[in-house]
C-alpha cells in the first residue's frame, strides 16, 4: 500500500497568513486530492491535484483561496491563503493505488488552527 | 453535500461485544471503502468493497454491501477497547476518477 506523509503536522497560524502543506507519496501514483476535515465533521474534496495542469477544484472551493502544485507524480502540495479562524481544520492528502478505483490511501493530515 | 448517511452516530459498548454500523448512499457506485480515525488524525484504510461484491472479510471485520437498497454495513466483531475511534464510509462511483464522497461517520466507543 502506498505510504503518504504530509508537512508540517500541525501548525498555529494567525489571520491573514497563509500556510502551505505539503504531500509526498513513497510511489508514483496518477492521482491525488485533498479533503478539508472541520471540528467534528466528515472529510470533504477540496480539489483533485492534477499533474501537469492545474487542480480541479469543487464547489465551494476556489483557487485563489487554496492554490495547489503538482510538479510530479509523488508530491503535492496545498496553501491555505489569507487564512481566518474557520480555516480552522485538519487537511489530508490522499491517492489511490494503482489507478482511480482501487484502495485510496490519506496522508496523516495536517491539523491547522488559526488564530 | 454528504453522498452517504452513517447510523448510528454515537455507539457505545464494552469490549468483547459486537459493533455494527449501516451506511446509506444516493447514487450508483463503484466501490464503497470504509475508514478508521483515531482522535482527529488520519485515515486508516480498512476495506474497499466493489459494486459486484456482497460480502468481504478481514481479520475482525466483516463488511456487507446491498447495491439495491444502496447500503452497506461494518461489522467488528470481539471489539477491544483499541478499536475506539471514528468510522467512516466513503463511495466512488465510475465517473468520479477516484474523488470519494465521505459519509458523516460514527463514534464508537469500547469500554474495557
Known amino acids: 500500500s502506498a505510504v503518504i506523509s504530509q508537512k508540517p503536522s500541525r501548525d498555529i497560524c494567525q489571520r491573514g497568513t497563509s500556510l502551505t502543506i505539503q504531500c509526498q507519496v513513497d510511489?508514483?501514483?496518477?492521482?491525488m486530492f485533498w479533503y478539508r476535515q472541520q471540528p467534528g465533521q466528515s472529510l470533504t474534496l477540496i480539489a483533485t491535484?492534477?499533474?501537469?495542469?492545474?487542480?480541479?477544484?469543487e464547489s465551494g472551493f476556489v483557487i485563489d483561496k487554496f492554490p495547489i502544485s503538482r510538479p510530479n507524480l509523488t508530491f503535492s502540495t496545498l496553501t491555505v491563503s489569507n487564512m481566518s479562524p474557520e480555516d480552522s481544520s485538519i487537511y489530508l492528502c490522499?491517492?489511490?493505488?494503482?489507478?482511480?478505483?482501487?484502495?485510496?490511501?490519506f496522508g496523516p493530515g495536517t491539523r491547522l488552527t488559526v488564530l | 453535500s454528504q453522498q452517504g448517511e452513517e447510523d448510528p452516530q454515537a455507539l457505545s459498548i464494552q469490549e468483547g461485544e459486537n459493533a455494527t454500523m449501516n451506511c446509506s448512499y444516493k447514487?450508483?457506485?463503484?466501490?464503497l471503502q470504509w475508514y478508521r480515525q483515531n482522535s482527529g488524525r488520519g485515515l486508516v484504510h480498512l476495506i474497499l468493497?466493489?459494486?459486484?461484491?456482497r460480502e468481504k472479510h478481514s481479520g475482525r471485520l466483516r463488511v456487507t454491501l446491498d447495491t439495491s437498497k444502496k447500503s452497506s454495513s461494518l461489522l467488528i466483531t470481539a471489539s477491544r477497547a483499541a478499536d475506539t475511534a471514528s468510522y467512516f464510509c466513503?463511495?466512488?462511483?465510475?465517473?468520479?476518477?477516484?474523488?470519494?464522497?465521505f459519509g458523516a461517520g460514527t463514534q464508537v466507543v469500547v469500554t474495557p
Open positions: 490522499s491517492a489511490p493505488e494503482l489507478g482511480a478505483y482501487n484502495e485510496q490511501f
Open positions: 510511489s508514483q501514483v496518477t492521482m
Open positions: 491535484a492534477n499533474q501537469g495542469s492545474e487542480a480541479t477544484y
Open positions: 447514487t450508483s457506485i463503484n466501490n
Open positions: 468493497i466493489r459494486s459486484n461484491e
Open positions: 466513503a463511495t466512488g462511483t465510475t465517473d468520479s476518477w477516484g474523488k470519494l464522497q
